[in-house]
C-alpha cells in the first residue's frame, strides 16, 4: 500500500494489458507529433534554442508516468511558464551559456520547491490563487506572449517582457520588416487558424471519421513546420533574411549539473516560486477537470511530487520549467490514452524524433514556430471574465482587473504576486467586516430575528447581537468597535448576549479579544452572555479560562437568554 | 459636519471649560515628566542622538491633538519602533549625518504611508496581524531592546540587531566591563524597579493620597535621571569611563527636510511599511482599550490620518517614526487627561524643557537612559501566550512560535513578516479545508443531521451534502476533489444535493467551481440540486448565468429536495 502511495505508476501497471497498450500507443503517435513543433516554439519563447524544448518534453514525460496521479496529464514545455522563464532570467544579463545553466538551475529550484511542497502535503497553498486571477493572468501572458513572438512574425528585433516596454521597441523597428518573412507567417498563421475550425469538416467530406478528423486537425502545425522548412530550403529563403533555426546539436540530451550558487538562487528565488504555483495550478486544474469526466480523482499532492520529480529530472539534462499543459493534455485525453503509459510512449517516440530530425530542423523559419506559439495562446485569451465578474461581485472584478493590467504593464511576476495579493486582503476585508445582526424575538415564538426587518420584541436592558461569520483575527477589532460604539449608545444596558448559531470557529485572537470585551463591560456594570453556542468552540473555549471569567453566562439558547435576564 | 470628521479638535474645543483645563493641565505636567528620560532613551535605541527624542515628543503631540480620534493617545518614541527604526537604518552603512536624515526619511515614509490608508479608509489592513503574533512580537522585541541596552550598563561596545549578532559580540567584550558604570547601572535598576511596587505604598504612609503617590511612584526615572546626573558631575565620574551623554545643541529643532532619494526610498520601503503596520496596531489597540472605559469610541480610519499627520510633521523637524505608546498614554489616563488638549500642554512643556534643560544634559551617564530603557521593556515581556496558545489551538501556537523564535535570531523585520505571513496561512489552510457532513434525514422529522453522527435515513441515489464554511476560492479545490470522490464510489448515483445553511458567501471562484462540477456530474448524468440557499447567495446567483446552467433545482428546504428526488 505504503509503496502505491508513493509509486501510482504500481496500480495500473499490474493490470495492464494488449488493448491499453494499443489505445496509449494511439495516443503517444498523436501527442508526439503535436508536441514537436509546439516544444520547439516553447523554448525559443523561453530563450533558449529550440533543441531544449524537446529535451524538456522526454524526461518529465518519463517520471510524470511514475509519481504523477493524473491518468491523461501530459508534462512538458507549456506557453505560460516559459514566458515566466523569459522573464526570470531575461532580467539578469546573463551571457548565452550562463543563460542555459539558469533555466535548468530555474527547473531545479521549481522542481524541488514542488516535490517538497508535496512532501509535507501542502498541495493546498495552490488555493491562494483565486479562478479569475488564475484568468486574468492567463489572458494576459497570453497577450504578453503573443506581442513576443511580433518580431519574430516580421523579422525584426525588438525587446521586452511588458507592453510598456515591446510596444516602443515595435514601433521603432516595424519599417525594418522582412517582407519574405512577414509572407509567410501570415500564410502560416492563416492555415493555423483555419485549420483549427475548417480542416476537420473537410476531411470529414473527404470520408474520415469525424474523430480521425479531429486528431489530423490538430497536427496541422506539424504540416506548417515541415512545408515552410522545405519552402525555407528549396527557396533559399535565408539569402532573403528569413531566419531559421539554424545547426543546433545533434543527439540526446547530455547530463550537466544545475547551478548550485547561492548568488544565482537568491536572484531566483522569487521567480522560482511564482513559476511554481503557476505551474501547479494549471496542471492540478487540468488534471482534476479531466480525471472528473471519467469518475476517476487526483491527488494533489501527489501532483506535487509528480510535477516536483519531473522539474529535477529535466534540469539534470538541459531542460527547463515544465507543467502540465492544458491543450497537450487534452489530446492525450481525446486519443483515447488508457494509462499514463501513453505519456512514457510519447516521451520515447519525441526522444526518436530528436535523434532523427535535429539535423533537418536547420532550415525551419522561426517565423513558423512564431506563428505556431500565437496560435496556441489566441485561445487563451478570454475577456468574458471581465463582464462575468462586474455582474457578480466587485471584489472579484477588482481582483482580476488588477491582474490584467498589472501582468500587462509590469510584467508576469508582478502581475500574479499582485492578484494573489489582491485576492488575500479582498477576502481578508469582508470576513473582517461581518454580517452582525441585533436580533429580537418573534412574539409567540423562540426565533429570534434581525431588528431591522421584522417586528420583533427587544428589552431596553439586554442587547443580542448574532454573528454572521467565525470569530477569527481579521475581524476581532471589527467586533470589539461595532460592539463599544452599540454600548455607548444605549446608556440602560445591563446584558450583552452573543448569539453564537454562525460561529464555527473561534481563534486566540478573537478569544483575547471576547475577554477583554468581557473586562471592559465589567468596568461598566454591564455583564456578557453568550448563547447557541456550537460544540467544537465550546471545547476550545473550554481548553481556555475564559469560562471563568466571564461575567454572565453560556445559555443554551437565545430564548433561555432573555427569559433569565429581562427585567 | 464634514470639517469635524476631518479635525476631530473641532468636537471637544468649543465646550472647553475651565474645569477642563485644570485636569487637562494636571495630566499634561506628570505626562511630560515621565517622557523626557523615556525620550532620550528611546532615540539612543534608535541609534539617534538624545535630543532627537525630545524633538520627536513635541510636534507628534501637537500635530495628534488635532487629527486624532481618542482622546487619551499619547503619541511620540516607542520602545518597539525605536528599535525597528535602528534595525532598518543598521543595515545600510550611513554616516551620522546620514543616519539622521534617513531616520527622518523613514518616519516621513511611515507617516504618508499612515496618511494615505486613513485618506482610503483601509484601516481594517491592521486586522492582518493577529493578537498571538503581537504578543509574541513585543515580547520578542523587549529582549531584544533588553539585549541591545547590555553594553551601555556595562560600558562595553557589542553591536547587531538580533540575539545571533549580539551575543557573541557581548562575550567577547564583557571583561571590559567598567566597574563604575556598571555600579552605577545596577543602583539605576534597582531604583526603578522596586519604585514600582515599593514607592507608592511608602508615600502612602508618609501622608500622600493614593492616587498621588501612585503618580509620584511615575516619575521615578526623572530622579534617577537628576541624580546620576548630579553624581557623574560631581563625582567626574566622566574621568574614570562613564559614558555620558556630552554636549548637545541647545534650542528647538529646527526645519528639515527629509530626503526624497529614490535609493533610499527604496531601501526603507519595506521597513517602513513594517514599522507603520506595528506602530497602527499599537496604537489602535492602546487607544480603544481606553476609550472604551470610558465609553467613548475611537475612528481607526481616523487614527490613521492623526498617526500619519504626527508623523509627517515630526519628519520635518528632526524625528523618527513615533506612535501612541502603551505606557504613557496609561499614565496620561490615570492623570484624568480630559481631552486632546492634555497632550497639546505636555508638547509644550516638553518644548520648554527642551530649551531650558538640554545644557544640563551633558553630564547624564548613558548607563541610566540604558536602565530607564530595560526597566521599561522589561513589563512587556510575556511568554504566558505560549502555554495559553498551546492549550487553546496548535494553530496560534505554530504562529506565535515562529513570531517569537525568528524575531529573536533574524530581527524584527523577518519576525513581524513571518508572524503576518503564518498567521494568513493558518486561517486559510483551516478555511480551505471546511467541514462538510454527509447528511440524511431523522425519521419522523424534517431534520437532516450527519449520517456519522445520527440515526438517520438516505437513499441510494441521492448524495446530500451540507458545507459549514463560505464558498471562496480557497476551499473550492477541496470541494470538488472531495465531491468527485465521493461520487466515484457511489455507482448508483442520480442526484447530489448541497445543502446551503451555512454558506454565508459564494466567490467567483466557488461560482465557477460549482459550474464546473455541475457540467462534470452531467456528463456523468447525475443532477446537481441545491437547497436552504440564503438570499444574499441566491441574489449573486442571480447575477450569473449559474441557474440557467444548472442540471437540477434549487429547493427551499433539504426535506423538499428529499421528497422530490427519492426513488
Chains 1, 2 share one sequence.
Request: charge should be neutral.
Amino acid at each position: 500500500m505504503a509503496a502505491r502511495q508513493w509509486l501510482p505508476a504500481l496500480t495500473w501497471i499490474r493490470g495492464y494489458d494488449r488493448r491499453s497498450l494499443s489505445e496509449d500507443l494511439l495516443a503517444a503517435v498523436i501527442v508526439s507529433i503535436m508536441l514537436i513543433p509546439q516544444s520547439l516554439a516553447y523554448a525559443l519563447l523561453a530563450g533558449l534554442p529550440p533543441e531544449m524544448g524537446l529535451y524538456a518534453s522526454i524526461l518529465p514525460l518519463l517520471v510524470y508516468t511514475l509519481f504523477g496521479s493524473s491518468r491523461v496529464l501530459s508534462v512538458g514545455p507549456v506557453a505560460v511558464m516559459s514566458l515566466m522563464t523569459a522573464a526570470a532570467l531575461g532580467s539578469l544579463g546573463l551571457s548565452a551559456e550562463d543563460y542555459l545553466v539558469a533555466a535548468m538551475t530555474l527547473a531545479f529550484m521549481v522542481g524541488a520547491l514542488l516535490f517538497l511542497l508535496g512532501l509535507f502535503k501542502l498541495g493546498f497553498v495552490a488555493n491562494f490563487m483565486s479562478h479569475p486571477v488564475v484568468t486574468g493572468f492567463i489572458t494576459a501572458s497570453a497577450i504578453l506572449i503573443a506581442f513576443t513572438q511580433v518580431p519574430n512574425l516580421l523579422g525584426i528585433s525588438a525587446h521586452g517582457h511588458t507592453l510598456p516596454e515591446m510596444l516602443p521597441s515595435l514601433l521603432e523597428t516595424v519599417t525594418d520588416t522582412n517582407l519574405p518573412t512577414a509572407v509567410m507567417a501570415a500564410l502560416t498563421l492563416l492555415w493555423l487558424f483555419w485549420s483549427r475550425k475548417g480542416l476537420a469538416p473537410l476531411l470529414v467530406k473527404t470520408g474520415l471519421s469525424a474523430s480521425a478528423a479531429s486528431m489530423a486537425a490538430r497536427v496541422s502545425p506539424v504540416v506548417a513546420v515541415v512545408l515552410t522548412t522545405l519552402a525555407a530550403w528549396g527557396l533559399d529563403l535565408g539569402a532573403q533574411g528569413v531566419a531559421t533555426v539554424g545547426d543546433v546539436p545533434t543527439g540526446l540530451p547530455v547530463f550537466g549539473l544545475p547551478s548550485f550558487s547561492p548568488a544565482l538562487w537568491q536572484s531566483l528565488a522569487g521567480s522560482a516560486v511564482l513559476i511554481a504555483t503557476i505551474g501547479f495550478v494549471e496542471s492540478v486544474s487540468v488534471a482534476q477537470g479531466l480525471a472528473a469526466r471519467r469518475r476517476e480523482r487526483i491527488d494533489p499532492d501527489q501532483e506535487l511530487i509528480g510535477l516536483g520529480a519531473a522539474n529535477m529530472a529535466t534540469s539534470f539534462f538541459g531542460g527547463f520549467p515544465v507543467a502540465g499543459g492544458f491543450s497537450r493534455s487534452v489530446v492525450n485525453f481525446d486519443a483515447g490514452a488508457a494509462t499514463p503509459a501513453a505519456g512514457f510512449f510519447a516521451a520515447l517516440l519525441i526522444a526518436v524524433a530528436t535523434l532523427l530530425f535535429v539535423p533537418l530542423l536547420a532550415h525551419l523559419p522561426k517565423a513558423t514556430l512564431a506563428a505556431t506559439i500565437v496560435a496556441a495562446v489566441w485561445s487563451l485569451i478570454d475577456f468574458s471574465i471581465l463582464p462575468r465578474a462586474w455582474r457578480f461581485s466587485r471584489a472579484d472584478f477588482q481582483a482580476v482587473t488588477v491582474t490584467i493590467v498589472l501582468t500587462l504593464l509590469a510584467g508576469v511576476e508582478i502581475g500574479v504576486a499582485s492578484g494573489i495579493l489582491v485576492s488575500l486582503v479582498v477576502h481578508l476585508y469582508k470576513t473582517s467586516r461581518p454580517h452582525v445582526a441585533v436580533v429580537g424575538e418573534v412574539p409567540g415564538t423562540e426565533h429570534f430575528r434581525n431588528v431591522a426587518r421584522h417586528q420583533v420584541q427587544t428589552h431596553e436592558n439586554i442587547l443580542s447581537l448574532r454573528i454572521d461569520e467565525s470569530l477569527y483575527f481579521a475581524n476581532t477589532r471589527y467586533l470589539e468597535d461595532m460592539l463599544y460604539a452599540m454600548v455607548a449608545e444605549r446608556p440602560r444596558l445591563q446584558h450583552v448576549v452573543l448569539m453564537c448559531t454562525a460561529v464555527n470557529e473561534v481563534d486566540m485572537s478573537a478569544l483575547d479579544s471576547v475577554i477583554e470585551i468581557n473586562e471592559r463591560l465589567q468596568e461598566l456594570g454591564i455583564k456578557l452572555h453568550l448563547s447557541e453556542v456550537k460544540g467544537p468552540v465550546m471545547d476550545a473555549l473550554q481548553r481556555s479560562d475564559f469560562l471563568q471569567k466571564l461575567s454572565g453566562q453560556v445559555f443554551l439558547t437565545q430564548h433561555q437568554a432573555v427569559e433569565a435576564l429581562k427585567p
